[in-house]
């Protein structure tokens, strides 16, 4: 049974269709990196500038409790900060379907092959293997992602008990 060109040619459409989707998740992902990271690290210098400011207005327990509360706080926000820029925002080598492949494509073997399939099979693989790159590294990405945000909040939480012991002790 000869291969149906008609078929292999929409494979070949829906496999540029699946890589573009992918690559429209990294960028999306890489975009919610650089947002949890700005907004950890803006948090992160409000606490690190007025950490001395805030010492000092309590004493006795409670200054030990603020100052736990910050440094835990600064920790988990510096880990969020980190993550999301070593783990998404971090430029990655990615290898699409590579220039010399594409060259191969306009060669006389190419050009000159009457069945068509055959040059779409051969995309058909490239495709695959800069897929399974992209979704790879996407999903590395969104796991880094979700651990950034769960420091993020960690952070935020310990910003909130401590700023609630320094409203209680001032009261």
Not at 55 to 79: D, E, F, P
Not at 125 to 130: C, F, H
Not at 138 to 156: D, H, P, Q, T
Request: hydrophobic share 55%; proline share 3%; charged share 20%.
């Amino acid at each position: 049974m000869e291969p149906n060109p008609a078929v292999i040619a929409w494979y070949v459409e829906e496999a540029q269709r699946l890589l573009e989707d992918q690559q429209r998740r990294a960028e999306s992902l890489r975009t919610r990196g650089g947002e949890v990271a700005g907004f950890g690290a803006a948090v992160m210098a409000l606490i690190g500038g007025n950490a001395a400011t805030i010492m000092g207005a309590v004493g006795g327990v409670a200054r030990v409790m603020v100052g736990v509360g910050l440094l835990a706080s600064a920790i988990c926000l510096g880990i969020a900060v980190g993550t999301a820029v070593w783990g998404v925002i971090k430029p990655r080598p990615f290898a699409a379907v590579a220039a010399d492949e594409i060259k191969i494509y306009a060669s006389g073997r190419f050009l000159a092959e009457p069945d068509l399939w055959r040059v779409h099979l051969r995309s058909l693989r490239a495709l695959e293997r800069t897929t399974r790159k992209a979704q790879e590294l996407g999903n590395a990405a969104a796991e880094a992602i979700m651990v950034s945000l769960y420091a993020l909040l960690a952070g935020l939480g310990f910003s909130m008990i401590t700023l609630g012991t320094l409203i209680f002790e001032l009261i």
